[in-house]
């Protein structure tokens, strides 16, 4: 009976804990962006679900190690630094080289989530990449970013990057797929491809930028790939999906082996219909993308290729079904209806629908914070019908009609095409917040304050189980 009970028990801590984002170690490539958007304030977001606290290590590549403990009810935050030369973010004027004194690996004895938060420009910028884990390192990744298609006024303000992590020596990294035209910042390739190698620790950023027109959405659906594990970021370090102004969207996105399927669930937010995009990024020829349950394709992308569905395409309750043909890389930008001048904006790397995704997320540190900074925000969530949420509020529990009564929740919403699943946004939400449901669950979160946007994706990626303790 003891080995029975015993057996269930090692079970259960796997199957918990087979998930991307919660890992034990966690590979954050830099940021960067043109020297006319000055990123400022850096932090690390560090938390975890365990009571008790566990050890840390913060290992600036090339540099430093910083250590300290981390516990349910005590996140960590550590502070990067300000401007355009810091372990997280390099300028693009010293981009297209390789790196062995930026990005960071973070490693803990028990399994954690990790995020870096970012603002710039004077306070008008934000964003956020939330670490995938383990689940982050691969050999095949397609690049996303906001498209700049609309934008009236193209110069260097908009720039668009990728940065790479290779984790062992002598891997070699491979860059093709570019728009025609595009002219990347310090390198004479223009859009030809070609390779470079890494050693472990070792990055390497690419950027493109205005006002050379072609580079306006020339990375997008670029590929990368490599012979041996790499960690990848990309998307814009200002950009916009609309006619003017800009913000910063860029995440860590998992490879094409960390893709487990081909159905996505998405939620508009409140910006116009321009800002409120889909972009589905092709990796194989003749892909058929089916919208809200059609049976007969509405698109079909080719290889490298790209789809952008904006705010028209969602059903009349804010929700999107989308199929594929084959598997897909999928990012969404939100905004705000706020801004009419489309200032707040944001994009994140999206999951696809999953048996294998976890039931919790807990928890996500300060929910509304960069740093000292506070803003109002929302929480949409994907789960199936008929599944009974809860929640941990800054260590108190709440059932889902109990939390409106700190909260707005709108929902449970039927998903056009789709019947097994439903969704829920909740706005209002603030301090450090654990979901739990008792079927799948897919969860976005975030905010704005004045003129700036910054948020992130917080389950999905699933990935080999690692035991917690």
């Known amino acids: 009976m003891k080995k029975k009970l015993f057996f269930w028990l090692v079970i259960a801590i796997f199957s918990a804990n087979c998930y991307a984002q919660f890992s034990k170690t966690h590979y954050i490539p830099p940021l960067s962006g043109s020297s006319s958007v000055i990123s400022e304030d850096q932090y690390l977001y560090i938390s975890t679900p365990n009571v008790n606290p566990i050890n840390f290590r913060i290992i600036e590549l090339g540099g430093n190690t910083i250590t300290g403990t981390v516990s349910r009810s005590n996140p960590y935050v550590y502070y990067v630094g300000f401007g355009n030369d810091t372990q997280l973010h390099i300028d693009s004027s010293s981009s297209n080289i390789a790196f062995s004194n930026k990005g960071y690996i973070v490693e803990a004895d028990d399994l954690i989530y990790v995020s870096a938060r970012v603002t710039a420009g004077s306070g008008n910028q934000a964003g956020q990449l939330v670490s995938k884990g383990k689940a982050s390192l691969g050999t095949h990744f397609r690049v996303g970013a906001l498209t700049n298609l609309q934008v009236a006024n193209y ?103 960390r893709i487990s399927n081909t159905e996505y669930i998405f939620i508009k937010s409140t910006g116009i219909d321009a800002v409120e995009t889909v972009l589905l990024v092709a990796d194989s020829d003749n892909t058929d993308v089916f919208l809200s349950g059609a049976t007969t394709p509405n698109f079909t992308i080719n290889a490298g290729d790209y789809l952008v569905l904006d705010g028209s395409n969602f059903d009349a309750a804010g929700n999107l079904y989308v199929q594929t043909s084959q598997k897909v890389f999928a990012y969404q930008s939100i905004g705000d209806n706020g801004a009419t001048d489309q200032r707040n904006q944001e994009l994140f790397f999206v999951p696809p629908l999953s048996c294998q995704t976890p039931r919790i997320i807990d928890n996500i540190p300060a929910i509304d914070y960069v740093g000292s900074r506070q803003f109002t925000g929302r929480v949409t969530i994907v789960t199936k019908v008929g599944a009974t949420l809860n929640f941990v509020i800054d260590g108190i529990p709440y059932s889902l009609a109990a939390l409106s009564v700190i909260a707005s929740v709108n929902g449970p919403t039927a998903v056009q095409g789709n019947v097994d699943y439903e969704t829920y946004v909740i706005t209002g939400l603030s301090g450090n917040v654990s979901v739990y449901s008792t079927q799948e669950l897919y969860l976005a979160a975030y905010g704005s304050s004045g003129a700036a946007t910054f948020g992130g994706y917080y389950s999905g990626f699933t990935f080999e189980p690692e035991v917690s303790f």
């Open 155 to 257: 110069f260097d303000i908009h720039s668009t990057f990728i940065s790479v992590l290779a984790t062992e020596n002598n891997t070699t990294i491979n860059f093709s797929d570019f728009g025609t035209g595009i002219q990347p910042v310090n390198s004479g390739t223009g859009d030809a491809p070609f390779s470079i190698v890494l050693n472990s620790g070792e990055s390497y950023v690419m950027t493109v930028q205005g006002p050379h027109d072609p580079n306006r959405a020339g990375l997008i659906g670029a590929l990368v790939t490599s012979d041996k594990p790499i960690a990848l970021n990309c998307g814009s370090f200002g950009g916009s999906n609309a006619v003017g102004n800009l913000d910063l969207g860029f995440d860590q996105i998992v490879p094409l082996e």
